[in-house]
């Protein structure tokens, strides 16, 4: 990694500077909490993780946590796993989504786009109002405090309400996307044990509608513990027997009730990819979650009042959960229910447009699936109002900064931010404040210890290493679900460096305080001692047009060799020639290294991913390792399975 400074592609202006949420926060901050008023963000983020607890205490008191029983302190215990923030303090995080009620009842709280692209939108009056109505018919059905309660649904205004209403009451909200088959929700649910059940009778995507109903009959016969299950007719169909009607339960005209919980009263559960066993039923905190994306979506996502917020997003990922959120800083959020690229591939710049969003969040692999068909957004499109493109789901290739900074406007702020559905935050990515440098993320978050460390622990710069957070993070989980000793939760983060989140992550920290994300750490390729991630290899050898999709694997062997292979997916039309094959590999040798030039090349029907959409590397390898696809895989976490049978069947001729 260089240590040089490059040009940056973006700046930002000194009345945007001036004008940020962030440097207003640190002004106060400095009078206020002893923060320094100089030396800009990088001065802000070091106070930030030196002085933990006046930080977050500075955070609830810029955005008014409205806390009903007042804390003891910030932090109980900084232990990691374990930490105890605010103890004592109570509060509700649907009384702070529901907020702009108070002020803005007739503007906008949700806008829903389905495939027509039309959009359709949703008062904060009504939006409040709904809630209270379904929160008061969640409690008549007996739901208390720590009750799970379930979605089945797609990204509609009825899943947000259903979210609300269920931490209203102090509920634990979990939810899966209506695109997955009954064993992957089965194997998400049955370990939370919801006691209602919310449902769509199917949904639209691609021009199609899908028919749910005989997977909603599934989950009701294998999910014992549900007291009541409320039809969402989607499609128009009646609702089955003994099902509720969602109207029925939103229509009264009720105050809301926020039940006053604890700070680590649980809000919801998320699940991990879970590729490999059971997903991880990933536990986060009423109070943890608010405050931490309060800073995110506040702070480093410049959002408010006057922003509209569109994040192609399902619910079955917790980009979700974080576009929700954006309730919190009064913003409108945009709730779009439909394919990425439906009619075309330009479908998600026409959505941006026509509800004028000004942050815009989107995939890596969407932003690169533009440029391969040719999508041309700021000609096309009216973008005006679009400040901020973000990305997450993998790293955003240094072709796709240049893609954006080209098609869309050169005065565009791009957010490439790295997190995890673990935290339901970004570790690291949008700071509105700082320049932007080509294929790499703006700065490590505010409150959060970044760093990289080598295997002994030592910190690194402009040198690869392990992602680490050496402190707590109030979203970090307060436990997975069915994990009585927490050894599962502690295996999971604590395992390698005593006391301290490691992610899983290859990073660069860079001497100017950015970042660069290599790919997952469990899947390195190592080469005679030289560490490379993943993304490195898909991002060079992705700018070939012929190339559609690859998959590298480093495969350890039992006679101490190494296989490297790379599974590429090819264009329509394209065949895998001398020609190509040389230049694949020489775009490998002179852009990354001559060592890590694949040992095959070989050609596959697709690449696999999990069901949020992320390649799936570990359990490719462990099929190529000679396991079992019951041991290498849970099936019912992958977008499509036959793929995985390729790579099964290459191994048993492989011997």
């Known amino acids: ?392 789901g993998s790293p955003l290739p240094p072709d796709g900064f240049r893609w954006l900074h080209d098609e869309v406007r050169e005065d565009l702020w791009i957010a490439s931010v790295s997190g995890g559905t673990d935290v339901c935050s970004c570790f690291a990515g949008a700071v509105p404040t700082l320049p932007v440098y080509i294929g790499e993320l703006q700065a490590a978050g505010l409150g959060t210890d970044l760093q990289s460390w080598d295997p002994s622990g030592k910190p690194l710069t402009d040198e690869v290493g392990e992602l680490v957070v050496t402190n707590p993070m109030p979203s970090m989980p307060i436990r997975f679900w069915n994990d009585p000793d927490g050894s599962r939760y502690h295996d999971s983060y604590f395992d390698t460096y005593p006391g301290v989140w490691r992610h899983g992550d290859w990073i660069t920290v860079t001497s100017r305080g950015s970042v660069v994300i290599h790919g997952r750490s469990d899947s390195t390729l190592n080469r005679q001692g030289v560490r490379m991630g993943s993304a490195d290899i898909y991002e060079a050898v992705e700018r070939l047009p012929e190339i559609k999709e690859s998959l590298v694997i480093g495969v350890e062997q039992p006679d101490g060799g190494y296989w490297m292979p790379l599974f590429v997916h090819l264009a329509p039309g394209v065949v895998l020639d001398e020609d190509l094959l040389n230049r694949i590999k020489g775009t490998i040798r002179e852009q990354l290294s001559p060592r890590h030039v694949p040992d095959e090349v070989i050609e596959v029907p697709g690449v696999p991913h999990t069901l949020t959409g992320k390649r799936i590397e570990v359990p490719v390898k462990r099929l190529l390792q000679g396991a079992s696809m019951e041991k290498a895989v849970n099936v019912g976490s992958v977008d499509n399975v036959e793929l995985l049978r390729f790579y099964e069947k290459l191994a048993r001729e492989r011997g």
């Not at 109980?76 to 989504?97: C, I, Q, S, V």
């Not at 907020?99 to 939006?127: G, K, M, Q």
């Open 1 to 392: 990694m260089s240590t040089t400074n490059p040009s940056p592609l973006w700046q930002p202006s000194a009345e945007g500077i001036a004008q940020a949420q962030v440097t207003k926060f640190q002004a106060w901050a400095a009078e206020r909490h002893g923060a320094p008023a100089d030396g800009g963000y990088a001065a802000l983020h070091r106070w930030s993780v030196d002085e933990l607890d006046t930080f977050w205490k500075a955070v609830t008191e810029w955005f008014d946590v409205r806390f009903s029983t007042p804390y003891a302190r910030v932090l109980g215990d900084r232990a990691m796993p374990g930490a105890a923030w605010f103890p004592g303090g109570t509060l509700n995080y649907a009384e702070h989504a529901l907020r702009a009620a108070e002020t803005r009842a007739d503007e906008p709280a949700l806008l829903y786009v389905d495939e027509t692209h039309e959009s359709v939108p949703v008062t904060w009056s009504d939006l409040r109002r709904q809630v209270g109505s379904l929160a008061a018919e969640l409690r008549a059905l007996g739901v208390r405090p720590g009750d799970r309660v379930s979605g089945y649904l797609p990204n509609i205004p009825e899943a947000v309400v259903a979210l609300l209403a269920t931490a209203a009451v102090g509920g634990v909200w979990t939810s899966c996307a209506p695109d997955f088959g009954a064993r992957s929700v089965l194997d998400r649910f049955q370990q939370v044990e919801p006691v209602v059940l919310f449902a769509v009778d199917g949904y639209r995507y691609g021009g199609k509608e899908h028919d749910r109903r005989d997977t909603v009959a599934e989950l009701r016969r294998e999910l014992p513990t549900l007291n009541a299950v409320v039809h969402i007719p989607l499609l128009g169909t009646q609702a089955p027997e003994d099902a509720l009607e969602w109207s029925a339960l939103t229509s009264a005209d009720v105050e809301p009730v926020f039940e006053q919980v604890s700070f680590d009263h649980p809000l919801w559960v998320l699940y991990s990819s879970g590729t490999t066993g059971l997903p991880k039923a990933i536990v986060q905190s009423q109070g943890g979650i608010l405050v931490e994306h309060l800073k995110q979506l506040g702070l480093h996502c410049d959002l408010g009042p006057e922003d509209r917020f569109f994040w192609y997003t399902s619910t079955g990922w917790m980009m979700w959960n974080f576009l929700v959120s954006g309730l919190l800083t009064g913003t409108t959020i945009v709730l779009y229910d439909g394919s990425p690229g439906y009619p075309d591939t330009g479908a998600q710049w026409r959505i941006a447009e026509r509800t004028g969003a000004t942050l815009f969040g989107t995939s890596a692999a969407y932003v690169m699936a533009c440029r391969k068909a040719e999508v041309h957004p700021a000609r096309d499109f009216d973008l005006g109002r679009v400040r901020c493109v973000a990305t997450t």
